[in-house]
């Protein structure tokens, strides 16, 4: 089961940031981008402040890396 979240979700990175800003998007249940964050630090926490309740992909891509990840706001 997806992990349910409230009003922030922490991004965290172990290795050093490349040159390239990573991003996180965080994406509707049809595939619409919701909204978009810039993720400059190691530690991110990313506010989730007027995003409606429902499920939700929160897709992170770091260079040539891309997570995805399913979160529920209730």
Do not use: C
Request: hydrophobic content about 40%; proline content about 7%; charged content about 25%.
């Amino acid at each position: 089961m997806p992990p349910v979240v409230k009003k922030t979700v922490s991004v965290n990175f172990s290795a050093p940031l490349e040159k390239q800003v990573p991003r996180a998007i965080l994406l509707g249940s049809s595939g619409e981008q919701i909204k978009k964050f810039s993720l400059t630090e190691k530690e991110n926490e990313l506010s989730l402040d007027g995003i409606a309740a429902g499920n939700y992909t929160l897709r992170v891509e770091a260079g040539n890396e891309v997570m995805v990840e399913q979160i529920i706001i209730p």
